[in-house]
């Protein structure tokens, strides 16, 4: 398995944007898709964005299309969440998770390893 570390969150307005870091170690990162996912208080696990092991696709959850952009440094054994324009909505425990292969998915039961999670609270 892969460990992963997140990190970047914190407490921001409503408009703002924070940048989450997840830096792995482990397993070949560069071989594995990766997924954003959150849980707020109270509300199940929901998927936010996943990239395949190149950087050559992505997907999106429709709640942050537009707003959020999920990259990777493969050389740097790091993956991104831009999070733009942010709302209160977005308030949550944000998760990486690292696949068994390399194609993206939008299904946390596809994802073998996770984070602790960093917590960003958007105040309105």
């Known amino acids: 398995q892969v460990q992963l570390v997140e990190s970047g969150g914190g407490l921001v307005q409503a408009g703002g944007s924070l940048r989450l870091s997840c830096a792995a170690s482990g397993r070949t990162f560069s071989w594995l898709a990766m997924g954003w996912f959150r849980q707020a208080p109270a509300k199940e696990r929901e998927f936010v964005a996943s990239i395949e092991w190149d950087g050559s696709n992505a997907a999106y959850a429709d709640s942050v299309k537009g707003r959020f952009t999920v990259s990777r440094d493969n050389a740097k054994n790091t993956l991104y969440l831009q999070t733009n324009n942010l709302k209160p909505e977005d308030t949550a425990r944000y998760y990486c998770?690292?696949?068994?292969?390399?194609?993206?998915?939008?299904?946390?039961?596809?994802?073998?390893?996770w984070g602790q999670g960093t917590q960003v609270t958007v105040s309105s």
């Open positions: 998770a690292a696949r068994r292969g390399p194609a993206l998915s939008t299904s946390p039961t596809s994802f073998e390893s």
